[in-house]
């Protein structure tokens, strides 16, 4: 249970870095954006920090910047010593709000890529970077002094244009935890005898080149790999010896075999670093204020461990992008919109150069827009407000209402099922994610202290929709999206005769019904997304036996932006499921399903009593069209949990603007 108001632990104003005081405990890391670029900090990153700020966050530390030219890790990386200038503007913007910024500093050494800056990487010894396979060159003594001489010139770089200290990284994607490992420093000169040497040496120069700022060290305390990598007491060891140059440190995990453990998704849990934690403080006792990366934490449990003195800083990362006024909300005992530890929108390490954002909270990374669209909206009052009518209490239609009621319109929401929630509803049930049980409860407590009225058992149709647009009220449908009929649907079987095929369903079929345990599955995947990742777990919790179809080289193709392509594989192997890779489903026969290679044609029957199909669901369409009408969320065009909610927000915006402006 979380406490609310000043006597939160999260929101003591009682710790001191360096001399300086923080506003609250809660620590909002690094991490990339893609909001800036080579050379500066845009100002839009600077409304994602600064919004972070006024929500509460005491410490936060910028994107790890590149401390050298030769050090490229994506596309989007900063280097810090030439946009410097440009990050003390965010300085300024975070210092308004009373909050400190410290500037992350970084080299990725053999973890970057050379395809910006098309050199070589650079790296202890050599090794292959497991995502490109691109063997980095081995490291000359000079090249290490220069590096070292790097971070400390953009350490004062850094405190020139107002930063309040730097943090430097020794976790994931990190030279210098290169140096650390045995997996990667197989040096037989000084700086192979001694692995912490580097890290002393760039720690050391730090501090001397600024002994009055805050230095904060983020350290891997497990690589996940014990044949040769850092384990939690290897990592005692090598504090014992850095400890005096930093002010607190942060623990983090995993390795260039283990990059998706960093910061791993729901099926983890909270607390996925306790045991590693607990080790290292058992081999070491820590003096300086200490936080672990686990930022899907929600508030209660972060408050419990800053009140049982497991950390002293709240690391507070992703619960702080999902909602930036979690802290402010906590002060005043309102609901915080949780994470959900989905890892869609804020993990940004992908082809596509996504900016940094949240499935549950599309704003995030967007800020500057978002306010032009609220400010455009403008807030309806008046005692003629006629009512907004939302049909469909899904994702979109509860964040319509609530959008709805914040800028002062009357709302009317219904639900054709007997209870609110949609397709958060079914999946929380299923109990497959625990923070979905949360987000549900943060959708219907925000709408009972909204007082938004739900009707349920209440359907609309095309033309009562245009009758209640007709009639001068506006109209939201977010009723969600349909399946369209598949060549092998029931009723070309039943023209065929075909007698004990299988029957297909639809995800929504399989959660609500699950198959009986034991039961034979085939599961067509053609889109190696998170969808039926999460069927598929759902049935082999229910014990069916499974089979998974899929025309991708790979079960779950697009699983690698948000960390679970690995773990996915090992939950697959693990159970026992049977995947058939780079094939299709081509039609349905007694007793089972015909699959076909993609390549190598060629036809098999797998056995199976009923067929899932994980095909994406199409919009119903046959909606009429009218000023006063819109469209949301999978109704308009099925595109995930962030983009129904910018729909719905959007839409809002929009309708309240006409009602706002006299046009209603």
């Known amino acids: 249970m979380v406490t609310t108001g000043p006597h939160s632990a999260l929101l003591r104003a009682d710790l001191v870095l360096h001399g300086r005081g923080l506003k609250s405990r809660a620590y909002f890391g690094p991490h990339p954006s893609n ?13 994602y920090l600064a919004a972070r700020a006024a929500g509460g966050a005491a410490l936060l530390v910028s994107e790890a910047a590149s401390v050298s030219p030769d050090d490229w890790p994506y596309e989007y990386a900063p280097l810090l010593p030439a946009a410097a200038g440009s990050l003390g503007a965010v300085a300024s913007l975070v210092h308004r709000e009373g909050s400190l910024l410290l500037a992350g500093l970084g080299h990725a050494g053999g973890q970057g890529s050379s395809a910006y800056s098309r050199q070589a990487l650079s790296a202890p010894s050599p090794f292959a970077e497991t995502t490109a396979n691109e063997i980095s060159s081995r490291l000359e003594e000079e090249r290490i002094e220069e590096i070292v001489a790097d971070f400390a010139s953009a350490a004062e770089a850094a405190l020139s244009v107002g930063c309040d200290g730097v943090e430097v990284n020794a976790g994931q994607y990190s ?26 040496r760039v720690l050391g120069a730090v501090r001397e080149q600024v002994p009055e700022a805050i230095v904060g060290l983020r350290l891997c305390v497990d690589e996940l790999a014990p044949w040769a990598g850092i384990l939690p007491t290897h990592a005692a060891r090598i504090f014992a010896g850095l400890e005096g140059y930093v002010d607190y440190l942060v623990l983090e995990r995993g390795s260039i075999y283990t990059q998706h453990s960093t910061c791993p998704d729901f099926h983890d849990g909270t607390g996925f670093l306790d045991e590693a934690v607990e080790e290292f403080k058992g081999a070491r006792a820590i003096a300086v204020p200490l936080a672990v990366l686990d930022g899907r934490v929600g508030l209660g449990e972060a408050e419990a461990r800053l009140e049982r003195g497991a950390v002293q800083l709240a690391e507070l990362t992703r619960p702080l992008i999902a909602d930036p006024e979690a802290l402010n909300r906590l002060a005043e005992g309102s609901p915080a919109r949780p994470c959900v530890a989905c890892n ?20 995030a990374g967007h800020e500057a827009e978002a306010a032009r669209r609220v400010g455009r909206a403008g807030h309806v009052s008046g005692t003629r407000r006629p009512p907004l009518l939302i049909a469909g209490a899904g994702i979109a239609g509860m964040e319509a209402a609530l959008e709805a009621s914040r800028l002062g319109m009357n709302v009317q929401l219904w639900d054709a099922s007997d209870h609110p929630g949609g397709e958060l509803r079914l999946l929380a049930e299923r109990g497959l994610n625990p923070n979905l049980a949360r987000m549900l409860d943060y959708y219907l407590t925000a709408l009972a202290d909204a007082k938004v009225e739900i009707s349920t058992s209440c359907s609309l149709d095309a033309d009562a929709a245009l009758a209640a647009a007709q009639g001068g009220g506006p109209v939201l449908v977010a009723t969600g999206a349909t399946y369209a009929p598949r060549p092998w649907n029931l009723g070309r079987l039943a023209a065929a005769g075909i007698e004990g095929a299988p029957l ?7 959660l609500l019904s699950p198959p009986e345990s034991g039961a034979k599955v085939a599961v067509f995947d053609p889109t190696g997304g998170a969808w039926a990742m999460t069927v598929i777990d759902a049935l082999l919790a229910s014990g069916a036996e499974l089979t998974l179809i899929t025309p991708d080289r790979l079960a779950g193709s697009q699983l690698a932006p948000t960390g679970d392509l690995v773990p996915a594989a090992q939950r697959l192997a693990r159970a026992g499921v049977r995947v058939l890779t780079d094939s299709n489903v081509t039609g349905l026969v007694k007793g089972g399903v015909r699959v076909e290679h993609r390549f190598g044609g060629g036809g098999r029957m797998v056995e199976a009593e009923v067929l899932l199909d994980c095909s994406l669901p199409a919009a119903p369409g046959g909606w009429p069209e009218h000023p006063l009408l819109r469209l949301a969320g999978d109704a308009l065009a099925p595109r995930g949990w962030q983009a129904a909610i910018l729909d719905a927000r959007r839409a809002v915006a929009e309708l309240a603007a006409e009602v706002a402006g006299g046009r209603l």
Request: with cysteine; hydrophobic share 35%.
């Open 344 to 363: 869609q929108g804020c993990q940004v390490r992908d082809p596509r150069n996504p900016v940094v954002s949240c499935a549950f909270n599309p704003d």
């Open 35 to 47: 909001l800036n670029r080579r050379e500066r900090f845009r100002p839009a990153y600077g409304d």
């Open 504 to 510: 297909p369903a639809t995800p929504a079929q399989a």
């Open 175 to 200: 030279l210098i935890r290169q140096f650390l490992s045995p997996l990667t420093n197989q040096r037989q000169d000084r700086w192979g005898e001694d692995r912490a040497l580097f890290a002393a």
